[in-house]
């Protein structure tokens, strides 16, 4: 079945305390995503990767790191939790950033 | 203004009405469009995609685009309560390599 795996599905955490979100794809898509998603927001990019080892910001990178070592990866990290990245966050791929994405089931992340 | 807006409020339906949503973008090269329908607490799901200015006709679902006008919409025909969801417009920027996503729009149907 082709999908978009995410773990965990939910995280409560603490502030300062490093934490990775890891998102994996079976369709061999080269293009992956991150989004958060808050109430009044929408979705809005993180980062996003074009291929293995090509990586840009979206809109809101800030807070966030990526890699992409492999092509069915692509972890999100955050160094340093803070309480505002407490939000939904969804995992995409692609075969180009201009096509349907399929998105992950989302991690529900709280930073205390 | 914003890449993508989307700015209706909540849309209330009777069961069997058509829903309408609307969508404008500001990015005049934009060439690919999607509607994502998210129910409450689940990921967006793809439910239609457009290309080419006019109609596109998938099930109860019409997409219509018009590129002059840089808007493009959504016509629910037949609302089910089960099509009560948030739909997400989106819309490719910067030469292709992202999609935007507009803030969304509430449909509740009511039976």
């Known amino acids: 079945e082709a999908q978009v795996t995410q773990n965990p599905r939910y995280l409560i955490t603490v502030t300062g305390k490093k934490l990775t979100v890891t998102c994996s794809q079976n369709?061999?898509?080269?293009?992956m995503s991150w989004y958060r998603q808050d109430p009044g927001l929408g979705l809005r990019q993180i980062y996003y990767?074009?291929?293995?080892?090509?990586?840009d910001k979206g809109d809101v990178p800030e807070g966030y790191k990526v890699s992409r070592k492999e092509k069915r990866n692509f972890p999100l990290i955050l160094e340093s939790p803070s309480p505002n990245q407490t939000s939904l966050y969804f995992c995409?791929?692609?075969?180009?950033?201009?096509?349907?994405?399929?998105f992950g089931d989302g991690t529900r992340l709280s930073i205390l | 203004q914003k890449e993508v807006e989307q700015n209706s409020g909540p849309l209330s339906v009777p069961e069997g009405a058509i829903a309408s949503l609307n969508c404008t973008y500001s990015?005049?090269?934009?060439?690919?469009f999607f509607w994502y329908r998210q129910y409450s607490g689940k990921s967006p799901e793809l439910i239609m995609s457009?290309?080419?200015?006019g109609d596109k006709e998938d099930g109860r679902f019409t997409a219509q685009l018009n590129k002059a006008s840089q808007y493009v919409s959504l016509l629910i025909r037949d609302s089910q309560p089960s099509d009560s969801a948030t739909y997400l417009c989106?819309?490719?920027?910067?030469?292709?390599?992202?999609?935007?996503f507009g803030k969304g729009n509430q449909v509740v149907v009511i039976p």
């Open positions: 369709m061999n898509h080269e293009y």
């Open positions: 457009i290309y080419s200015n």
């Open positions: 989106a819309v490719n920027m910067k030469g292709n390599n992202r999609l935007a």
């Open positions: 995409a791929s692609s075969t180009g950033g201009a096509q349907p994405q399929h």
């Open positions: 990015d005049r090269v934009s060439q690919s």
């Open positions: 990767s074009m291929n293995v080892e090509v990586t």
